[in-house]
């Protein structure tokens, strides 16, 4: 398997993230960890490609993201859109929800007064958002039916948590801190994941039931928000 770019998001200012197509190690190493907000990945995918300025690319992209790219290269609508020969693989996260950018901006400074520039990290753990904020020794602790309130609308409506679509999908447990959970759904990300242990790039164990559990749990309650949702709002 080979590609010569891959397309992710790195950090932006506080809680922005920003799409960019990567060809070195260095900003690849920089693009590893979670961005809550929604980029243009796919545009920036698009333009890489149809422009050649990118042979074969890699994509890291949540699951609805997924979705689109494996229906677009195996059903291709519009004919010379095809580029699914030239996207060399599909980096699925596992995803709760992007948050709107201005609703949790004003969230922030509503509850506790902080400016969204100064958010350093937002990470999900033991069931509830941990933000931490510039200058501040402990995070702020953010209850997840609470976060509901900033997250994209569509999200609510979606009901795919482990991107069922991508090649990998990769995301965290709370079973397994420091590590991240990979389901190797296709063959090409098979070769990826042996290629990367030869290399010696990743270190592999399998996920224990506990694992298991925590991710049914979280695709479950998933389902049942969409589920919730689609009957309220149709
Ligand atoms: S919750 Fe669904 S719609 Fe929202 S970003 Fe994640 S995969 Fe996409």
């Given at each position: 398997m080979s590609?010569?770019?891959a397309?992710?998001?790195?950090?932006?200012?506080?809680?922005e993230g920003k799409a960019v197509v990567i060809k070195d190690r260095e900003t690849l190493l920089?693009?590893?960890?979670?961005?809550?907000?929604?980029?243009?990945?796919?545009?920036?995918?698009h333009e890489a490609l149809s422009s050649y300025q990118v042979d074969r690319a890699a994509v890291v992209c949540t699951p609805c993201q997924a979705h689109f790219l494996r229906q677009a290269s195996t059903f291709p609508l519009?004919?010379?859109?095809?580029?699914?020969?030239?996207?060399?693989?599909?980096l699925g996260l596992f995803c709760l929800g992007t948050f709107s950018q201005p609703s949790f901006a004003a969230f922030l400074r509503r509850r506790?007064?902080?400016?969204?520039?100064?958010?350093q990290e937002v990470s999900l753990r033991e069931g509830e958002l941990r933000v931490q904020v510039e200058g501040e020794e402990a995070p702020l602790?953010?209850?997840?039916?609470?976060?509901?309130?900033?997250?994209?609308?569509?999200?609510?409506?979606?009901?795919?948590?482990?991107?069922?679509?991508?090649?990998?999908?990769a995301g965290a447990a709370a079973a397994t801190p420091g590590w991240t959970v990979l389901v190797v759904r296709t063959e090409r990300g098979e070769r990826m994941l042996e290629e990367a242990?030869?290399?010696?790039?990743?270190?592999?164990?399998p996920a224990s039931e506990e694992v298991l559990q925590e991710i049914q749990l979280r695709a479950g309650e998933k389902l049942r928000r969409a589920t919730e949702y689609k009957l309220r709002l149709f």
């Open positions: 590609f010569d770019a397309v992710a998001t790195l950090k932006g200012r506080g809680i920089a693009a590893a960890g979670s961005r809550w907000t929604l980029v243009e990945n796919l545009r920036l995918l519009v004919e010379g859109t095809d580029f699914s020969e030239r996207l060399a693989l599909i506790f007064g902080v400016s969204p520039a100064r958010v602790a953010i209850s997840v039916s609470e976060a509901l309130e900033f997250v994209n609308l569509g999200c609510l409506l979606c009901d795919g948590y482990t991107a069922r679509d991508a090649d990998v999908s242990k030869r290399r010696g790039y990743v270190e592999t164990s």
